[in-house]
């Protein structure tokens, strides 16, 4: 069974920085869109950031994380990668892995519903 392992999360007060990491198989990580999701308390798990395969990576991000979040592969790896600066307290919660098998899609990146696998998560505490 195909498995997407987090790691890197952790504690910062705000205006800090993480970078969160996400390995997967050498095969999800050649065909899949990946990308990363969150869960607060109490809320719908959104998507956060997202990747395109192959060398272009179309990338696509919330707009509440643009300009401070930032998605990259490792092709050394196999591994998705998200750069979280300028961290708020709103950005505290459990982050999942996700790779969804072709490329991403504009309309549909950030549906929970569209991706096939999915990480353990890793929670993100920020405080102000």
């Known amino acids: 069974q195909e498995q997407l392992v987090e790691s890197g999360g952790g504690s910062v007060q705000a205006g800090g920085s993480l970078r969160l990491s996400c390995a997967a198989s050498?095969?999800?990580?050649?065909?899949?869109?990946m990308g990363w999701f969150r869960q607060a308390p109490g809320k719908e798990r959104e998507g956060v950031a997202t990747?395109?395969?192959?060398?272009?990576?179309?990338?696509y991000y919330a707009d509440s994380v643009k300009d401070r979040f930032t998605i990259s592969r490792d092709n050394s790896k196999n591994t998705v990668d998200l750069q979280m600066n300028s961290l708020k307290p709103e950005d505290a919660a459990m982050y999942y892995c996700?790779?969804?098998?072709?490329?991403?899609?504009?309309?549909?990146?950030?549906?929970?519903?569209?991706?096939?696998?999915w990480g353990q998560g890793t929670q993100v505490t920020v405080s102000s």
């Open positions: 996700a790779a969804e098998l072709g490329y991403c899609s504009s309309a549909d990146w950030g549906r929970v519903e569209e991706y096939q696998y």
């Open positions: 050498e095969y999800i990580y050649m065909h899949s869109c």
């Open positions: 990747i395109s395969p192959g060398g272009t990576g179309t990338t």
